[in-house]
């Protein structure tokens, strides 16, 4: 069964760090770009960050500079490091997975996880 999860969101204060995993089982995950997506309520489901199949990584404006993915194909497994968290980027956090190209975009992700949720807050 194709499945993804994801992990380590929690509270937060502003300015703190968390690091989100998204484990995937079920299929080869070198074969798949990863994107990471969050949902604050409210709003629409956005990109945050998306890493290809040959590591290339690419951020919204949002994380830019405070975002970093990478991903360890022996353990099927992409990260999310977020630094300098604002009251902002509180959301739930989706990770999803496609095999052609890197997106930011909801529209063609082939397989979604749960989400885990991150709130910012004093």
């Known amino acids: 069964q194709l499945q993804l999860v994801e992990s380590g969101g929690g509270l937060v204060q502003p300015g703190g760090s968390l690091r989100l995993s998204c484990a995937a089982s079920?299929?080869?995950?070198?074969?798949?770009?990863i994107a990471w997506f969050r949902q604050a309520p409210g709003k629409e489901r956005e990109g945050v960050s998306c890493?290809?199949?040959?590591?290339?990584?690419f951020y919204a404006d949002s994380a830019k500079g405070r975002f970093t993915i990478v991903r360890d194909n022996a353990k099927s497994t992409v990260y999310v490091q977020m630094n300098n968290l604002k009251p902002e980027d509180t959301a739930t956090y989706y990770c999803?997975?496609?095999?052609?190209?890197?997106?930011?975009?909801?529209?063609?992700?082939?397989?979604w996880g749960k989400g885990t949720l991150v709130t910012v807050s004093s």
């Open positions: 999803a997975a496609v095999r052609t190209f890197c997106s930011l975009r909801v529209y063609g992700m082939e397989y």
């Open positions: 079920g299929f080869t995950l070198d074969n798949y770009a």
């Open positions: 890493i290809s199949r040959s590591s290339n990584t």
